[in-house]
Every structure is written in C-alpha cells, then in structure tokens.
C-alpha cells in the first residue's frame, strides 16, 4: 500500500479499509488517547489520535507546539509537559480539526492536567 491509499485508509470510516490500527497491537492501544506527536519535519504537535500505524498517525483537535517548557522546570522537555502541562512563556498554533503526519514518530500519552493546559493556552502567530 502506497503513503496515498494508506492516508484514503486512514480517513474512510468504512470496514473495507480498515488498516493496523484495528488489528490490535501497539498503534491500537494509542487510538483516543491525548498526545503529544513529535516527528522530524512536522516538530511537535498534540491531539488526540484517531488512527496510528508504522507510517503515520492522524490527529484530531491538532495543536503544533513550537516554544515549550513544562510546568514544572524540574521536569524534562517531552515528559514533562506531557505530565504537567505547559508553562505560561510556551507557545502553541491554533487548533486544527484535523492533522496527518506522515513520517516517523513518537507518541507521549498526556495526562489530563496536560490535555488542559495544551487546549486552553492562548495561541500565538509563529515570528
């Protein structure tokens, strides 16, 4: 399956196209959770999954993050804002309905502080 059929897949709704996120397995167990995406080209990004397999994943309610620090300053970059939230000097894009990222990734699972504090910071203009 080519990036184009496998991105068709990942957007139809219907049984016939159903791809690896269905069939179990570690892109499955993300599907629904809020996350923090972090990947080469597309930097970080946060949202919620709505499908992952090993050559993508699909968000839903999509933030990019471009300037972040955690919450809690003892805490490390990714983890930390995945565990406590932004802090009030980070800097986030406005929210999308939906976001594809086709490349590798990873995925930090947040916890729900951190969906918080992600959804409601104020967004800004990238200078």
């Known amino acids: 399956m080519d990036k184009m059929q496998l991105i068709k897949a990942l957007l139809c709704e219907d049984s016939e196209s ?4 269905s069939s179990g397995g570690i892109f499955s167990s993300a599907i629904g959770k809020y996350a923090i995406i972090r ?13 992952a397999d090993e050559t993508g994943v699909v968000l839903s ?22 565990n406590h ?3 009030s000097d ?9 976001k594809i990222i086709v ?12 969906k918080q504090s992600i959804e409601s910071a104020v967004p800004h203009a990238q200078n």
């Open 61 to 82: 309610n999509a933030r990019r993050i471009w300037y972040h620090k955690p919450a809690i300053k003892t805490e490390s970059w990714y983890e930390g804002v995945a």
């Open 85 to 87: 939230g932004l802090s």
């Open 103 to 114: 490349e590798d990734y990873s995925i930090t699972v947040c916890r729900d502080v951190a």
């Open 90 to 98: 980070s800097k986030v894009s406005g929210t999308v309905e939906e």
């Open 39 to 51: 990947s080469r080209n597309e930097g970080i990004n946060a949202g919620t999954i709505k499908a």
């Open 18 to 21: 159903k791809t690896s996120t």
